[in-house]
């Protein structure tokens, strides 16, 4: 989950939500997600599996390393096809914890092979995991009422609480309520833009 502080303003002059921007510099890297994929509404399974799995292993880290890391695990991972990493056994399972390049956490990896499992049962029964949601979230996504601030932003809501207990129930590990809101912000299942942000309702 991406902490509401202060940040300074952008270099670039561009008015933007409270962290892509570090204490001291603009982190070029959260910018950048910031600027063109945090918000954005995603209906490909693949990048879904991608996203829920990285919200995963960011749980307890700052969100930019794993960010700075997302190419890594892309190549470790099969490129977060969830049909290849569901066959992922004890050799995989070997050889991602002796991969430097990408947060080496055994609880998190078996999760995150388990969850491809679960997350293929779910796009078999419903057709495909973006029609699971569509099934679950309203679209237009809701959007912060002019006004707001970083304050107003949730860590957690009563949508993103069903939403980790009913992926829980499906076998699902690594999604607890906070874990799943900040998959809903990532995939554009809600826009916590700020009013203030240029990418406000855009």
């Known amino acids: 989950m991406l902490s509401p502080t202060p940040s300074p303003v952008s270099p670039d002059g561009r008015p933007r939500c409270w962290w892509p921007d570090g204490l001291a510099r603009a982190d070029p890297v959260m910018v950048e997600y910031h600027d063109t994929e945090w918000g954005v509404p995603i209906s490909d399974d693949r990048d879904l599996f991608e996203r829920l799995a990285l919200e995963g292993f960011q749980g307890g880290l700052a969100w930019v390393t794993i960010l700075r890391k ?6 470790a991972f099969g490129g977060f096809f969830p049909e290849t990493v569901a066959r992922y056994g004890d050799s995989e ?9 990408i947060v080496r956490n055994r609880a998190k990896i078996e999760a995150t092979i388990g969850n491809a499992a679960s997350f293929l049962a779910i796009a078999g029964e419903f057709g495909s995991f973006a029609a ?12 912060l009422p002019a006004g707001a601030t970083a304050a107003d932003v949730p860590a957690t809501t009563a ?3 069903g939403l980790s207990i009913d992926l829980k129930r499906r076998g699902f590990r690594f999604v607890g309520s906070t874990i799943a809101y900040a998959f809903m912000q990532s995939v554009g299942l809600v826009d916590d833009h700020l009013p203030s942000c240029f990418r406000y309702g855009g």
């Open 93 to 101: 399972i070997a050889r991602l914890l002796a991969d430097p390049s």
């Open 159 to 161: 949508e993103s609480d």
């Open 132 to 143: 699971y949601l569509d099934g679950l979230f309203a679209r237009p996504a809701p959007r």
């Open 70 to 75: 997302r190419e890594a695990f892309r190549g």
